[in-house]
């Protein structure tokens, strides 16, 4: 599948979010490419770094990906369904480009079904999973279509699980938003939020977007 720039984004934001946490075990859940995972692994070393997939393509094309990649030899990849995963540990930062599109006409595809729609894995399913995988201080980092914004931060009030941190991406400045970057803990919080954009009127990327993602992008 396509690596996408607002999943680079999110990548680029989580990775400076565990820079400030520094937590030990992390879990990347539909990890697809590894590409989060690796971007997280790039200035991190975890004590667990755990990556799950269910689609047996993408979870052999990560696999190739961390083999290939000296940073992911530490990461143990996964085939298997998130809603049966039962580790005996919890994590302290969960990352997840969870399925879009819950309630919009279906892909033809079954694997881009289950890679853009929610009729695999819905918001309510991830929630209770990150109830229980989610250590009492951990972190989760998730990316939504702005429009899910309002009612993701509704439904992770059912598990007692809030953001903290709001991100709303513009892919320029007199757009609308098209994505949220939900940064998010147990416990209700007092929410920051902030504006990144992706593209100046010329289309050359903003100032802004070339400071998170140069680290990763070879020509910024």
Do not use: W
Request: charged share 25%; glycine share 4%; with cysteine.
């Amino acid at each position: 599948m396509k690596v996408c720039t607002d999943a680079c984004l999110q990548g680029a934001l989580a990775a400076r979010e565990v820079l400030d946490n520094k937590p030990k075990t992390i879990l990347d859940i539909g990890t697809g490419t590894g590409l989060l995972s690796l971007m997280l692994a790039q200035n991190n070393a975890f004590k667990k770094h755990d990556a799950i997939e269910i689609n047996k393509d993408a979870f052999k094309q990560a696999k190739e990906n961390f083999t290939d990649n000296v940073l992911g030899k530490n990461i143990r990849l996964i085939l298997g369904d998130i809603r049966f995963y039962a580790p005996d540990y919890q994590y302290d930062f969960i990352i997840c480009n969870p399925p879009f599109y819950e309630n919009t006409l279906k892909s033809l595809s079954v694997a881009k079904k289950q890679a853009m729609h929610a009729s695999h894995l819905d918001y309510d399913d991830l929630l209770s999973r990150l109830k229980l995988l989610l250590k009492p201080e951990g972190i989760c980092s998730l990316m939504l279509p702005f429009d899910f914004e309002e009612d993701m931060v509704y439904r992770s009030g059912n598990t007692n699980i809030y953001p903290y941190k709001i991100v709303r991406v513009k892919n320029k400045k007199e757009k609308s938003p098209f994505r949220s970057l939900l940064f998010l803990r147990k416990g209700k919080h007092k929410v920051d939020y902030d504006e990144i954009v992706i593209r100046n009127s010329d289309n050359s990327y903003t100032e802004e977007f070339q400071y998170f993602l140069r680290p990763y992008y070879l020509n910024l």
